[in-house]
């Protein structure tokens, strides 16, 4: 086929691609065509119509359903034609006519030369394409103001499964275990079996739900069930099987019409006899993997919901990209790299947060200051490795010996801070005593310095300046030990 470029001077097609096209014009001629245009032209680009250059533009762009065929050369400006041809039909267009607006002229092409049953389906394309964007958007949003990731997680399966979106009857939703190379389950939507689905049905059809009302049910409680505790105990190898590994493959969701081979797919599916898999991995990032089916409707999956999801995939897998950026954004300025531990700014920013707590409740807070013994020791006749591998010991032992509201930090170096909301001196001392214990039966020896507030001090300089020198009295001491104001050294 000759390039469209070579049946132009220079100068008009110049003109031509200069020529700006309404974005709703271009769009209803190519869903549309194709047309083939036959053109008598002047020489002179200047004096050609606007409305033409506009119309050749789009048979120059690729892949556009405009196409020029043959180009003849007028006497004149004035005998510029346009002839347009579409489905066995043809429309001549004068000079005149192609004086109007792009618009009326392509509204003029769509009446001529399209039968209704074919405005008929262009209008429910474009009403399905609105419909997916408005959807995209609403799920977009949600999935970025909300806090809960899983939230986040759960309006995108919301947009495969419900009325507004693809439709789909059931999907869960697998997040990407690198370390692992596994698919863990996460979050799912649908029925568990045939009894639920009847439920879920009528449930939908009774009270028409509008997709805000169905984003909202989840912060309500009513959006998990049984179906999502069961996907949550599967986990999928990424190589386990022909269709993960073709679903890794492709760069967009696919349908199966077959039992999978996958074992976990075969527990996830039954009874369905179709499934879709659809591998989310923005820009190369592989983040997880969503399984749909219609199980219980026996309806088949046909390509517009094969369409829509990918559709909602690609742009909503760029959310949760963000998302997940974002987090790791806030992880590394909020934790200590090395141990995993908060750093020192988190702990600013929690005791006041716990003090303000506290004094409504009239609860004390303690606070401890753990420092290693011999630490630089250590780095020099073992070296800084075997340094680090201690202090991420000490990372572990503090998480794993403190209630789930205690705040451990890592406060510089070889030092550590623990807050203790709603903590006692006694109950400090219990606490202190575990950690140093248990450091001590691995072969690591620590020295803590506690103190109260309000007892000991009313401030949080205060406070840490005092555990910071009960931390020296312990250390002068003897090390392995710890002092507390107003109480016996403790000997771990």
Not at 148 to 175: C, K, N
Not at 403 to 418: N, S
């Amino acid at each position: 086929m000759t390039d469209a470029g070579e049946l132009l001077p220079d100068a008009f097609a110049r003109a031509a691609r200069l020529a700006p096209v309404p974005l709703e014009a271009r769009t209803l001629l190519h869903h549309l065509g194709p047309w083939s245009l036959r053109l008598s032209l002047a020489r002179d680009a200047a004096v050609v119509p606007l409305t033409l250059r506009q119309l050749v533009k789009l048979a120059l762009l690729p892949g556009h359903a405009v196409v020029l065929d043959r180009v003849d050369w007028a006497p004149s400006p004035g005998t510029t034609t346009l002839s347009v041809s579409r489905a066995g039909k043809e429309l001549t267009l004068t000079a005149a006519d192609l004086g109007q607006d792009l618009r009326v002229v392509v509204h003029r092409l769509a009446a001529e030369l399209t039968l209704p049953a074919e405005l008929v389906q262009a209008g429910e394309a474009f009403a399905m394409e609105l419909a997916r964007e408005e959807t995209v958007r609403k799920l977009g949003s949600r999935m970025l103001q909300v806090g809960d990731l899983d939230e986040a997680l759960h309006a995108m399966l919301l947009g495969i499964t419900s009325g507004y979106g693809a439709s789909l009857h059931r999907a869960a939703l697998f997040t990407y275990d690198e370390p692992r190379r596994t698919f863990r389950g996460s979050i799912a939507i649908g029925p568990r079996d045939e009894a639920e689905a009847h439920r879920i049905w009528e449930a939908i059809e009774t009270e028409d739900k509008t997709l805000d009302q169905a984003l909202d049910d989840y912060r309500m409680g009513s959006g998990p069930g049984s179906y999502q505790d069961f996907v949550r105990t599967l986990e999928i190898g990424e190589d386990d099987g022909a269709e993960l590994r073709a679903a890794l493959a492709s760069r967009g969701p696919l349908v199966f019409r077959a039992a999978p081979e996958n074992a976990t797919l075969g527990r996830l599916l039954a009874p369905a006899g179709e499934f879709v898999l659809s591998v989310i991995q923005p820009r190369g990032t592989r983040l997880g993997l969503i399984v749909a089916d219609n199980a219980y409707g026996g309806l088949p999956i046909v390509p517009a919901q094969l369409e829509f999801l990918g559709a909602l995939v690609d742009p909503l897998s760029l959310v949760w990209e963000t998302r997940s950026l974002l987090r790791r954004v806030d992880m590394l300025a909020r934790h200590d790299p090395l141990t995993g531990l908060y750093n020192r700014r988190e702990l600013d920013e929690r005791f006041l947060i716990e003090q303000s707590r506290c004094e409504r409740v009239k609860r004390p807070i303690s606070l401890l200051m753990i420092d290693f013994d011999h630490f630089k020791q250590i780095n020099d006749t073992r070296g800084h490795d075997a340094g680090d591998v201690l202090l991420r010991r000490v990372g572990v032992l503090l998480q794993e010996s403190l209630r789930q509201h205690d705040v451990a930090c890592r406060y510089g170096g070889d030092e550590f801070v623990v807050m203790l909301p709603e903590c006692s001196k006694s109950e400090m001392l219990t606490v202190t005593t575990r950690v140093g214990v248990r450091a001590h039966e691995e072969g690591i020896s620590l020295s803590i310095g506690g103190a109260t507030w309000p007892d000991d001090s009313g401030d949080a300089g205060g406070l840490l300046a005092l555990a910071d020198a009960q931390l020296y009295a312990a250390k002068a001491a003897g090390r392995c030990c710890a002092s507390i104001p107003g109480s016996d050294l403790v000997r771990f």
